[in-house]
């Protein structure tokens, strides 16, 4: 299970919330049927990638404590989901999935029940939209995923256009499978980008309880730190849950999600990846890009075909050992210097201001890694078992 | 009650140098280590300083990348042309310190991909060395301290021209300004379509206070043995901190308080001529840092978006031409790129508008006019 994951929890697990306050007991007399989670709403210093310390909220998950973003919530559609929320800080809070449930005002010191069915399959972001942005932006946030109860897309009512692409993966010569493993996407390719930007002006206020006033952040906010999952610069770029990581013929779906004020656009290095979902339409004109816009609570889908970059000079039909020999057996930078092999290359957003921390550093900003680890014929690259 | 820390996380020792390569690449030159015979080869050299001039006479000072088999020095940097298919070389000469090209929606191997913290930054030479398979619109820059080095001028736009059809009066790589051949959907053609006039729509903003900057400006320290320190990290930047005061198309700039239409004199490849009955396209670069929002006073088509030409098989068969009818904004955060077929079927002088967006506020900054005449 994924690290970041969302603990599920019998009611034996949240016993640790006040059942008083809920009202509820461990016979689960309410009548309820369906998977049960817990979030604490707390607050904690989070280090940034320069060492500096910044006073954020979270949505935790009670058993492992604050965490930037909030755990994700994995459902298949249709499921039924209940979620008790207890707010441990000193001002109101709430819980809200835009259009799918809203947990309306958590007071101090109590807790809430929200009792959902998951919506269409899809890329959610929860979050607590009081005195918004502010709440939001300074992480009270978190991404939910609602897979599909069949199909091979992941979402529940693909369009036509987005049912044959993903037919086509492993299937056609475009997009030729990884030859040890199976055609198509593999639920397990997935990544979500939970794109999110600090200014610790902002989070000092909230830290010294000075009311913000929204409009104030919304002109003035001009962040120092620039994040996805709560990472930076070179620790996004080498944490195994943000990188994209597999071999020539296996695609991946990354869902990006920007719960901040900035405008981002994604630059992927090396393949064009198309854009299958924004805010959780699935698309009729299947567009690829190299770029594309994260606006503001925008989340966006994109399927990474994880072709052989199709512009290496030569050959197409011949297996890169063979083509680019003498750049796989590198090591550029002599003592200190790192093998050129396997191949990998940046994702980053291409708003460069967002390159930086505490407002240079490049390019410790947001940034992550796209590796390839072997070629199609299931040959891996020299060192690929070293990543 | 004291509040909990989260720390930002350590570096795992097997990935020491990584991280180090990441903040620090390292430098090198020569020859391309997996050469291929070109079919073309491109010269380049960083950097050369330059100053843009405003209309009131202000100077802004940038850097370019200039072309060395001519001598070129321009703003944007001059414009790379090759043909689909062809095997390129770019010898790219760095004059002092070093740099990269990236060339922008290309994708070729880490090392020919220009990006210092995958590869290497050069110093001296190199010959980077790609073959383009998709025709379109795409940009080439440097990837050092891009932050800076992006916003002063290092980059130029870089078109991959399709093959002129059998019969074609014109050969590619087609001269600036048109007549020539773009990849389309179309079907009984090959997808490969004729335009008759050629615009360059590349938008840019300048913070003119970060053009006084040096080239390393607020990078961090180098330390192999401990790369994450925070006391290698400079505090003292203000890279984060972008306000635009000059606003640009395709090279020609106007203050902000300045709302001088952009016309032909500037370039007539900002606000070009066509007759009605023949077929204009629009190259349209998101080159600044801010959203740029293009909005045309006539009816256009979006034939194509970062090189890859809508419907065009096999990898753009899920996806077809979209309309953009006269008086729709159309939105692109930076290095975001289309192309648009303009065909008119009247005569008159029809507005475009390129408005500047503020990347957090959403706050308007600037408003940037210009024109397509269409002549009888």
Partial sequence: MNRRDFLKTGMAGIAFLSLKTLGCSSSNSSGYVGDT???????????MIDGNKVFMWSFEDPQSGPHMPGPVIRVEAGEALRIFITNTLGENHSFVIPGVVDSGIIAPGETAVVIFTAPAAGT??????????????????????????????????????????????????????????????????????????????????????????????????????????????AFAAHDEEIELEGRIGQPMLVRLLNAGLFTHSNHLHANHFYVTAINNVVQENVLAHDTFTTGAEDKIDWLVPFIRPPDIAGDPGIPLRDLIPNELRLTIGGDVGVPQSPLVF?????????????????????????????????VDFPNADKM | MALPIVPRGDVPPGERLDFFKHICPPAFGGANPDPITPDRTIFRALLVGIELLLSDGGRVPMWIIEDTSDGTRTFPSKTIRVVRNEVVRCHVQCRENTHTIHWHGIEPTPMNDGVGKHSFEVDGSFDYQWQPRAAGTYFYHCHKNTVLHFEMGLYGLLIIDPKEPAGSPVTAPYKDG??????????????????????????DDIDSRWHTLGHNAFMMKCDPDDPANPANF???????????????????????????????????????????????????????YENHQYTLGLDALQIASDGRAYGEPPFQQYSRPVPLPAG??????????????????????????????????GKKLYSATTSITVTP
């Fill in chain 1, 37 to 47: 989670y817990a979030l604490t709403i707390g607050a904690a210093l989070f280090e």
């Fill in chain 1, 124 to 233: 959610y972001l929860y979050l607590d939209p009081l005195n918004a942005p502010v709440n939001r932006v300074l992480g009270l946030h978190g991404a939910m995923v609602v897979l599909p109860k069949s199909g091979n897309t992941p979402y529940s009512t693909p369009t036509p256009a987005v049912q044959q692409l993903f037919n086509d993966l492993g299937t056609t010569a475009h997009f030729p499978k990884h030859a040890l493993t199976p055609a198509g996407w593999q639920q397990a390719r997935s990544r979500i980008w939970l794109l999110n930007q600090v200014d610790p002006l902002f989070n000092e206020r909230a830290e010294n309880g000075v009311f913000i006033d929204p409009a104030d952040m919304k002109a003035n906010f001009l962040p120092r730190y620039f994040t996805i999952n709560g990472k930076s610069g």
């Fill in chain 1, 346 to 378: 940046p994702m980053h957003c291409h708003n460069e201001v967002s390159q930086t921390a505490a407002g240079g550093n490049y390019p410790q900003g947001m940034v992550t890694h796209f590796e390839f680890l072997g070629d199609l014929d299931g």
């Fill in chain 2, 178 to 203: 048109g007549p020539g051949f773009c990849a389309a959907f179309s079907p009984d053609t090959g997808h490969v379509i004729p335009y008759d006039v050629e615009a360059f729509w590349v938008s």
């Fill in chain 2, 234 to 288: 400079t505090q003292d930047g203000f890279l984060n901190d972008f306000r635009p005061d000059i606003f640009v198309i395709t090279g020609a700039a106007r203050r902000i308080t300045d709302p001088t239409p952009f016309t032909a004199a500037d370039s007539p490849l900002i606000a070009p001529t066509v007759r009605v009955g023949q077929t204009l396209l629009v190259r349209v670069l998101s080159a600044g």
């Fill in chain 2, 328 to 361: 729709e904004p159309l939105r692109l955060s930076t290095a975001r790129r289309t192309d648009l077929i303009i065909r008119p079927t009247t005569a008159g002088v029809f507005p475009v508008t390129i408005e500047y967006f503020h990347r957090v506020s």
